[in-house]
């Protein structure tokens, strides 16, 4: 019997066929695949390849030398250059109040008024006594050369006349206390006794407090270490300070300092020291914070640049230089800075092109198109208050 096979067999080739052909579609999708990405991505790093490899545009500054003053900075307190507390000197009650509160006064100008009729009536009463006390006197002198009355009596006599001179001119006094005026020129405080009150001596409260404004002082503090540095300045000439507000903004006022006090404070290693200002415009006020510069010196040929050329890193600061088209790093070291502008003291020669504004992603070796810009002005330059 013979069987015949030949349709299973080419059945089995025909499904190997169609598995080898889908296998083959299913590769060539995961090769297209991946051929198209490897295409996205290589356009995208060709897109950005350029835009690294462009030249950044940044603004340049001149390096340069000019003068400078130096000057010492720190935070200072206004106190009145001179402050009395007017209180009553005789007891009695308060009559009159000449003044409003917050008033400017001029010395000798009438403040108070104390009732005056009871020292009057006193007065009065020992210009009587004295007066007797020293015709009784005049009277026995004769007498007691003609030997009429003993020595002793004169003596006695002369004695109550001085008691009585005395006691008349104390009288006196004490009707002065009545009427009490300003011993200085300055600005009133609050009144601490209405009128119709009983004052004494021994009351606590004053009557009013003036405080001296113009001129005024302000009191400021420095490290120990730079106490050399004020007093060789100031045996040379009179240290200018100017006055700003408690920002560092702004000048108020200028004087120049009168104090350096004969201490330090060991609890916080500071001198104190107090400058005069004139304060015509009363814009200085007691108690009050102020920014304290004190100009020790002009610095002919400082090496200026501006604050944001600097920058800091791990070895210390350093500026961008433009050398040819790219931006080398230079290090440099900072003396002193205020506002935009730094003092170099060593790092720069003059006359080289920094980068004034640094833009991210700046690196050493980069390609840079300079921009022309101004170069700075001449500005104050603090010395920091810690060297």
Same mark, same amino acid.
């Given at each position: ?5 030949t ?12 598995r080898?052909i ?14 198209a990405t490897?295409?996205v991505?290589?356009a995208e790093?060709?897109?950005?390849l ?7 545009i940044?603004?340049t ?10 000057l010492l900075?720190?935070v200072g307190?206004?106190?009145? +250059?001179?402050t009395v507390?007017?209180r009553p000197?005789?007891?009695g009650?308060?009559k ?6 917050g ?7 009438r403040?108070f008024l104390?009732e005056p ?7 009065t ?5 004295w +007066?007797?006390?020293?015709s009784n ?16 009596d004169l003596i006695n006599?002369?004695a ?11 009288a006196?006094i ?10 200085i ?8 006794v209405k009128a119709?009150n009983?004052v004494s001596?021994?009351d ?7 405080n001296?404004?113009?001129p005024?002082?302000?009191r400021?503090?420095i ?5 050399p540095v ?7 000439q009179?240290i ?8 560092g903004?702004?000048?108020?006022? +200028? ?11 060991t ?5 104190t020291?107090k400058?005069?200002?004139?304060n015509?415009?009363?814009?200085l ?7 304290v ?6 610095e002919l040929q400082?090496?200026?640049?501006p604050?944001?050329a ?12 433009v050398?040819g088209?790219q931006?080398?790093?230079r290090a440099?070291?900072?003396d002193? +800075?205020?506002?935009?502008l730094?003092v170099?003291?060593?790092g720069l020669?003059g ?27 001449a500005a104050e330059v603090t010395?920091?208050i810690?060297?």
């Amino acid at each position: 019997m013979t069987v015949v096979r030949t349709g299973a067999t080419g059945e089995l080739s025909d499904h190997g066929t169609r598995r080898r052909i889908t296998l083959a579609i299913v590769v060539l999708g995961v090769l297209l695949l991946v051929f198209a990405t490897v295409r996205v991505v290589t356009a995208e790093r060709a897109q950005q390849l350029p835009a690294e490899a462009e030249a950044l545009i940044v603004d340049t500054v001149t390096v340069r030398r000019q003068p400078m003053p130096l000057l010492l900075e720190s935070v200072g307190q206004v106190v009145p +250059e001179h402050t009395v507390q007017v209180r009553p000197q005789i007891s009695g009650m308060l009559k009159q109040v000449y003044f409003t509160e917050g008033q400017p006064v001029s010395v000798g100008q009438r403040l108070f008024l104390v009732e005056p009729v009871s020292f009057e009536t006193a007065l009065t009463s020992a210009k009587a006594a004295w +007066e007797s006390a020293k015709s009784n006197a005049q009277r026995l002198m004769p007498l007691a050369t003609q030997g009429y009355v003993t020595p002793q009596d004169l003596i006695n006599a002369r004695a109550a006349a001085d008691r009585a001179d005395a006691a008349y001119k104390q009288a006196a006094i004490n009707l002065g206390y009545t009427d009490v005026r300003a011993p200085i020129s300055g600005r009133t405080g609050s009144i601490g006794v209405k009128a119709g009150n009983l004052v004494s001596p021994s009351d606590g409260t004053q009557l009013v407090t003036i405080n001296q404004i113009r001129p005024i002082q302000v009191r400021f503090d420095i490290p120990q270490q730079l106490l050399p540095v004020v007093q060789q300045h100031q045996a040379q000439q009179n240290i200018k300070v100017m006055i700003t507000r408690d920002d560092g903004t702004a000048t108020i006022d +200028e004087g120049t300092l009168i104090f350096i006090d004969n201490a330090v404070n060991t609890s916080t290693g500071t001198v104190t020291l107090k400058a005069r200002v004139p304060n015509e415009q009363e814009q200085l006020w007691p108690g009050e914070y102020v920014g304290v510069h004190a100009q020790l010196a002009m610095e002919l040929q400082a090496m200026v640049v501006p604050q944001t050329a600097v920058q800091t890193g791990q070895g210390g600061d350093y500026v961008y230089v433009v050398t040819g088209d790219q931006a080398e790093t230079r290090a440099v070291r900072v003396d002193r +800075e205020v506002g935009a502008l730094a003092v170099i003291s060593s790092g720069l020669v003059g006359g080289e092109q920094v980068i004034q504004r640094v833009p991210r992603g700046l690196r050493s070796g980069m390609r840079i198109t300079p921009a022309a810009s101004d170069a700075p002005t001449a500005a104050e330059v603090t010395l920091p208050i810690g060297q």
